[in-house]
């Protein structure tokens, strides 16, 4: 019993080393102009080397359908094109299979391409793997998209506060500055006052004339307490 569970072990490992799972990339959603062309980008991560026999297919379900119509297969080195569905003469085959690219560009667009197109890719051994999937918006003007609208505003309202500090700090400055002017204003009509006045003691002081008027003055005042 226990040989046969092992067995089966072994077995499992070997088919699970051979098989493993695949990976495919698509652009979650792409805007086009009517009548312009569109490249709807796929690919694939595998553990795996490219092998020869990669295969890549194109799904396409229009809005509002529930099913979806095969449009287009890459298998054994050659692309075919689905030439009787809403893609016949606009759909080309521009990827690189040997790079794991399996794009198409579909060409003038009109608003009836609207719709979610899926693409999936075989790299055998690795063979399992979920498809992708690409919504596809077609408009007559490219609408500016909710992540550039809400950058643009976010970048306004930085600029108005780096403003609004730049000229808060400004004026602070210019405060300070006006305030330091006067305050060494006053300090200088001060001491030009007291300059005044020490000149005006030293020359009193000084000048002989002065010191004999202010003697005799005192001579005149001291007589006439003695006399009263």
């Known amino acids: 019993m226990l040989s046969v569970l092992a067995l089966t072990s072994v077995v499992l490992l070997g088919i699970a080393s051979q098989i493993t799972a695949i990976v ?7 805007h086009a102009l009517v009548g312009s062309d569109v490249r709807l980008s796929c690919s694939f ?20 359908a529930k099913e979806g119509i095969a449009i ?10 689905d030439n009787k569905g809403p893609f016949r003469d606009r759909l080309e085959f521009v990827g690189n299979p040997s790079r794991r690219d399996g794009s198409i560009l579909i060409k003038n667009l009109d608003f009836s391409d609207n719709g979610t197109f899926t693409c999936d890719a075989k790299n055998p051994p690795d063979i399992a793997g979920r498809p992708s999937s690409v919504r596809l918006l077609v408009f007559e003007k490219v609408p500016v998209q909710a992540g550039v609208i809400t950058g643009a505003i976010i970048g306004v309202v930085l600029g108005l506060l780096i ?3 730049a000229i808060y700090y400004l ?5 300070a500055r006006r305030v330091f002017s006067l ?21 009193a ?3 002989p004339a002065k010191l004999k008027a202010a ?3 005192k001579k005149k005042q001291e007589s006439r307490r003695e006399k009263k």
């Open 24 to 30: 495919v990339y698509t652009s979650w959603e792409r």
């Open 205 to 207: 002081v000084t000048d």
């Open 45 to 64: 991560f595998s553990w795996q080397w490219t092998s020869p026999d990669v295969t890549f297919s194109w799904h396409y379900r229009p809005d509002g």
């Open 171 to 175: 004026m602070r400055f210019l405060v």
């Open 163 to 165: 403003l609004i500090v």
């Open 215 to 217: 003697a005799s003055e």
């Open 183 to 203: 305050s060494m204003s006053k300090h200088g009509k001060k001491g030009k006052g007291k300059e005044g006045s020490q000149q005006k003691q030293a020359l």
């Open 72 to 81: 287009f297969h890459y298998v054994g080195g050659a692309a075919y094109v």
